[in-house]
């Protein structure tokens, strides 16, 4: 994984959730976090191929493709947090401390896209000032 800094100041170093890189391997988020609640492959045309969705309880969503992790969802206060400690909870203000403005902001979603590939990169959906749901990863 690079290092190069995305715009807004979100290096691609810091698409991280629950201690889950952009691009960890199936067998890593196992080590990590166990056998998943739910298994799913599907069909994704953008991928043009299978997507394996591990699910943690209600809250945690890993979507794989040729065994890499490449979408992580939180939906859920359940303590998974971002590299820079946002979770599903925290103040628009702090979100704005830890990664800057953002890029684009598309009704209640706050976009950071990574200036080497803006197919990837955060948007912290935002309820009420507080974040109420987390992407990490592919944004498609």
């Excluded at 191929?49 to 490449?70: C, N």
């Excluded at 400690?85 to 890029?103: F, H, M, Q, W």
Aim: proline share 2%; charged share 25%; glycine share 10%.
């Amino acid at each position: 994984m690079s290092a190069a800094v995305c715009s807004a100041a979100v290096p691609s170093s810091t698409l991280v959730a629950g201690g889950i890189e952009y691009g960890a391997s199936e067998d890593y988020v196992r080590q990590v976090y166990g056998a998943p609640t739910e298994v799913e492959t599907k069909h994704h045309t953008v991928w043009n191929g299978e997507v394996t969705e591990y699910e943690y309880g209600d809250s945690f969503e890993l979507k794989f493709v040729d065994g890499y992790a490449r979408h992580v969802e939180i939906s859920r206060h359940n303590g998974i947090k971002t590299a820079a400690n946002i979770e599903v909870g925290s103040t628009l203000d702090a979100v704005k401390a830890a990664y800057g403005e953002p890029d684009k902001i598309r009704g209640d979603k706050y976009i950071y896209y990574c200036d080497e590939d803006q197919s990837i990169g955060l948007v912290f959906e935002i309820e009420n000032s507080r974040v109420d749901e987390i992407e990490m990863g592919y944004l498609g």
